[in-house]
T-cell receptor, first 114, second 114 residues
Framework: AQTVTQSQPEMSVQEAETVTLSCTYD???????LFWYKQPPSRQMILVIR??????QNATENRFSVNFQKAAKSFSLKISDSQLGDAAMYFC???????????FGQGTTLQVKP | EPEVTQTPSHQVTQMGQEVILRCVPI?????FYWYRQILGQKVEFLVS????????KSEIFDDQFSVERPDGSNFTLKIRSTKLEDSAMYFC????????????FGPGTRLTVT
C-alpha cells in the first residue's frame, strides 16, 4: 500500500522569503505521479504542481518548484518569493497510474507573515 | 475554464437519514472520484468510477455508500443511513485519463450529521 508522510504540521515564512515543505512517500508501484495541492480556508483543493515519477527533471510552476528524490522517496515543495495568498494547508499526494487513486499526506499549514 | 461543481455546498441531516451528494464533472472527463475530509484531518480516498462501474473503493466505502452516474452529466454519492462519523467535507474529482495526470476537484459538500 502507498503511504505519504508530511512531518511538518505547521510552517511559517516571512513574506518574500523562500520556504520548503517536506514530503516522503512509500510505494510499491514503478509508475506513479506526485502532487502538491493547496487548500485555503475555503477548503477548495487546488493543484499546485505535479511530477511524473519517470521524469528526472524537477517540475517547476512559476514560484513553485519541487525537489524530487526518487531513490529517497522524497518530494519537497519550494515556494519562492512567498506571498500572503500562499497561506494555506498544503497536501502532498501520491497518484497511482493504475487506479487513479490519490493518497494524501496529513498536510502542512503554511503561515505567511507580512 | 471548465470546473467540477458540487451541490449542495452544505447539507445538514439527522442520523439515520439518507443523503445524496451531487457532482457535475468536467464534460470530457471519463474518470470520477469521491474523497472525504474529516475536519482537521487528511483527505481520504473513497471510490473511483469509470465506464459506469466502480474501479476501486477504500475500506471506508462500505455497504452504506453507493455511487451512480444517472445521466451523462451527474455523478452522485449516496449514504443510506448516515452516522455521526460521516460528518465531513466530501470532494468530487474528475480526470480525463486514468493516470491521475491531473484530477480536478470540486469545491466540496460539507455534510453535518446531527
Amino acid at each position: 500500500a502507498q503511504t505519504v508522510t508530511q512531518s511538518q504540521p505547521e510552517m511559517s515564512v516571512q513574506e518574500a522569503e523562500t520556504v520548503t515543505l517536506s514530503c516522503t512517500y512509500d510505494t510499491s508501484e514503478s509508475d506513479y505521479y506526485l502532487f502538491w495541492y493547496k487548500q485555503p480556508p475555503s477548503r477548495q483543493m487546488i493543484l499546485v504542481i505535479r511530477q511524473e515519477a519517470y521524469k528526472q527533471q524537477n517540475a517547476t510552476e512559476n514560484r513553485f518548484s519541487v525537489n524530487f528524490q526518487k531513490a529517497a522517496k522524497s518530494f519537497s515543495l519550494k515556494i519562492s518569493d512567498s506571498q500572503l495568498g500562499d497561506a494555506a494547508m498544503y497536501f502532498c499526494a501520491h497518484g497511482s497510474s493504475n487506479t487513479g487513486k490519490l493518497i494524501f499526506g496529513q498536510g502542512t499549514t503554511l503561515q505567511v507573515k507580512p | 475554464e471548465p470546473e467540477v461543481t458540487q451541490t449542495p455546498s452544505h447539507q445538514v441531516t439527522q442520523m439515520g437519514q439518507e443523503v445524496i451528494l451531487r457532482c457535475v464533472p468536467i464534460s470530457n472527463h471519463l474518470y470520477f472520484y469521491w474523497y472525504r475530509q474529516i475536519l482537521g484531518q487528511k483527505v481520504e480516498f473513497l471510490v473511483s468510477f469509470y465506464n459506469n462501474e466502480i474501479s476501486e473503493k477504500s475500506e471506508i466505502f462500505d455497504d452504506q455508500f453507493s455511487v451512480e452516474r444517472p445521466d451523462g452529466s451527474n455523478f452522485t454519492l449516496k449514504i443510506r443511513s448516515t452516522k455521526l462519523e460521516d460528518s465531513a467535507m466530501y470532494f468530487c474529482a474528475s480526470s480525463r485519463l486514468a493516470t491521475t495526470y491531473e484530477q480536478y476537484f470540486g469545491p466540496g459538500t460539507r455534510l453535518t450529521v446531527t
